[in-house]
């Protein structure tokens, strides 16, 4: 009897203890806070709490501006004024040129002051805003979509809301989040010289998933059916590390990728990517595993396609592998020495020089070692305006990895390249002539040779530059130097 009432006991404290570590479901950000958040260092503005954290160098440069948008759990913003102050002051600036980089973080996490999300992309955006290649005299946004990823502490945030979390999200990005979106990209259209580049990690993938497909599928369709000359970019880049998506989402937007009349004029550009690595345990194995008893009652069939081996495709597949995880949607592998020299023949001259690997799935199969070669890629000898790169710990070590110095000249690098080629297909001189320079200025020595853009060599300039500028542990493991063979798909 008496250890009947002590279970019980137990029991009722581990519920109340439970419930008041629940993370309240309000904005960390609010608009009061607006004025008060200028200051050289972000520590410095610890108890404010401020919608806009406005960082300068020593001497009262601007650095950046990093402002929050919080949405609730059904997809509203918890304050429009939020997005309202936000966004003009970045369409002031536009006029003049912004670099924008919107990131939307991903399950157990939030935007509160200390949370590690928010210390990693402050981190990413005083690193990118002293790099005057990237800046070019612009000012600098970050955007950090904020919602409730973390609902109770760690222990029972990964065992109990998974299933909760993942459709919260998915809600979000079809509403409030798309909206952001495309008044971001309106703003983008106002000078050239803008950039928006649009990130998500996880669950935060997941938002952007959905606040995006079916504006690029309305984009791919149109282009498709001749109503536009070209197919029309969205930002000029959408980024999506270890994305918690199943591939049955992302089906409809590859499959009209395919499309010669969708693809036929982009070359290397492209209008997403998804970067994914193998040592992602949460996306490779739990994600699986959750949308397994998620989809227990739910009807699938094996679909007739005739790109697919065999002519079937399992939705049961689709519905359990994420889409970076599926290995048929691969059009590149990213990988290491180790990995490169454990698949190097003898008759095969192996270039050691490199210390990371690109290779092409759609016209090199045979070298995607990461993906393994019985796989049949459906992007076989095509150039997709969708990218799905598979890559190691090497590049990116696991899960929540996304801050490295290598991913990040990684993003740089292809956004420059983006960069280049658009100022020469609008009629920029690309022999180097004042006008090029004028657009471009370092840009063009450190990413190009011979007048063409070179992904190697500016990728490699880029690591080096975020290496010397990162601090701590963070600097200790950069290596002196890395080397890229081959390219990478560039963003759009």
């Given at each position: 009897m008496n250890a009947s009432r002590t279970i019980k006991k137990t029991g009722i404290i581990i519920i109340i203890l439970t419930l008041t570590a629940c993370t309240p479901n309000k904005a960390w950000r609010t608009v009061n806070n607006f004025k008060e958040c200028t200051s050289t260092s972000p520590e410095s503005l610890d108890e404010k709490e401020c919608l806009i954290e406005n960082i300068t160098d020593v001497n009262g440069n601007n650095?950046?501006?990093?402002?929050?948008?919080?949405?609730?759990d059904r997809g509203n913003l918890f304050d429009n004024n939020a997005r309202n102050k936000i966004l003009s002051k970045?369409?002031?600036?536009?006029?003049?040129?912004?670099?924008?980089?919107?990131?939307?973080?991903?399950?157990?996490y939030n935007a509160k002051f200390h949370d590690s999300?928010?210390?990693?992309?402050?981190?990413?955006?005083?690193?990118?805003?002293?790099?005057?290649?990237?800046?070019?005299?612009?000012?600098?946004?970050?955007?950090?979509?904020?919602?409730?990823g973390r609902v109770w502490p760690w222990y029972f945030n990964h065992i109990l809301t998974y299933w909760d979390r993942k459709s919260i999200a998915r809600e979000i990005g079809d509403s409030g989040v798309s909206d952001i979106l495309l008044r971001l990209d309106m703003i983008d259209k106002i000078n050239d010289n803008n950039t928006l580049l649009i990130a998500g990690h996880s669950l935060?993938?997941?938002?952007?998933?959905?606040?995006?497909?079916?504006?690029?599928?309305?984009?791919?369709?149109?282009k498709k059916y001749n109503k536009v000359k070209e197919l029309e970019k969205f930002a000029d880049g959408i980024v999506l590390v270890n994305p918690a998506v199943e591939a049955n989402q992302f089906l409809q937007l590859y499959e009209l990728s395919l499309d010669q009349d969708v693809r036929n004029d982009l070359g290397d550009r492209k209008l997403l990517t998804i970067i994914t690595t193998k040592d992602d345990f949460p996306t490779r194995t739990l994600f699986p595993l959750g949308q397994f008893f998620n989809t227990l009652f739910t009807n699938q069939n094996k679909i007739d396609r005739d790109y697919f081996s065999g002519g079937k495709v399992s939705e049961f597949d689709l519905d359990l592998i994420t889409a970076g995880q599926y290995k048929p949607f691969h059009t590149a592998n990213l990988f290491g020495k180790k990995i490169a020299d454990s698949n190097h023949s003898s008759n095969e001259s192996n270039d050691k020089k490199y210390d990371l690997y690109f290779k092409d799935c759609c016209t090199n199969p045979d070298k995607c070692y990461l993906s393994k070669e019985k796989t049949r890629f459906i992007c076989k000898d095509k150039k997709l305006p969708i990218s799905v790169v598979y890559t190691e710990e090497s590049f990116i070590e696991?899960?929540?990895?996304?801050?490295?110095?290598?991913?990040?000249?990684?993003?740089?690098?292809a956004a420059s390249g983006n960069t280049?080629?658009?100022?020469?297909?609008?009629?920029?001189?690309d022999r180097g002539n004042s006008i090029f320079n004028f657009w471009l200025g370092a840009l063009a020595d450190e990413c190009s040779e011979n007048n063409n853009f070179d992904f190697s060599k500016c990728f490699t300039y880029f690591y080096k530059e975020f290496c010397d500028l990162s601090e701590g542990e963070e600097r200790e493991i950069c290596s002196k130097e890395v080397r890229l063979d081959g390219g990478g798909p560039l963003l759009y």
């Open positions: 650095l950046y501006k990093l402002g929050f948008l919080e949405f609730t970045i369409e002031r600036d536009a006029a003049e040129g912004v670099l924008v980089i919107v990131y939307a973080h991903g399950w157990n999300n928010v210390d990693s992309f402050r981190k990413a955006l005083s690193r990118i805003s002293r790099i005057p290649e990237i800046t070019r005299n612009r000012k600098v946004y970050g955007i950090y979509l904020g919602w409730r935060g993938a997941q938002m952007l998933s959905s606040a995006v497909n079916e504006i690029l599928l309305h984009r791919m369709i149109e696991d899960h929540n990895d996304i801050f490295n110095n290598k991913l990040i000249a990684y993003l740089s690098t280049i080629l658009q100022k020469k297909r609008n009629g920029v001189d």
